[in-house]
């Protein structure tokens, strides 16, 4: 399957936005999905991730309440919308999946979208 992933921009914090990670070469129904975030200068992080069916999502501390991971299984598409932007969420966002449960560490993702950058100023 391959990953793409969109919808990144220039906002201003508090701001929002939603990010996009759209699967193509089958379909993403039988995936867990992480979204993963590389800041300047920083390495890559897990941001959060969504199970197969969209029953469980897990999120980082620095973005629960503010970022919710939703997917759409018949259009083959995973959502991350992010609400009250902060600087600090500045960073190129990418999507992630792989077969079994989210894994929270960049390595067990065996699927990757290229990237989108998110720019947040404040």
């Known amino acids: 399957v391959q990953l793409q992933a969109s919808g990144g921009g220039l906002v201003q914090a508090g701001g929002s936005l939603r990010l996009f990670c759209a699967a193509s070469?089958?379909?993403?129904?039988?995936?867990?999905v992480g979204w993963l975030r590389q800041a300047p200068g920083k390495e890559r992080e897990f941001v959060g991730g969504?199970?197969?069916?969209?029953?469980?999502?897990n999120y980082i501390d620095s973005v629960k309440g503010r970022f919710t991971i939703s997917r759409d299984n018949a259009e083959n598409t995973v959502y991350l919308q992010m609400n009250n932007l902060k600087a600090d969420d500045t960073a190129v966002y990418y999507c992630a999946a792989r077969r079994s449960f989210v894994a929270w560490t960049d390595r067990r993702y065996n699927y990757w979208g290229q990237g989108t950058l998110v720019t947040v100023s404040s």
């Open positions: 070469g089958g379909s993403i129904s039988t995936y867990a």
């Open positions: 969504i199970n197969w069916s969209g029953t469980s999502t």
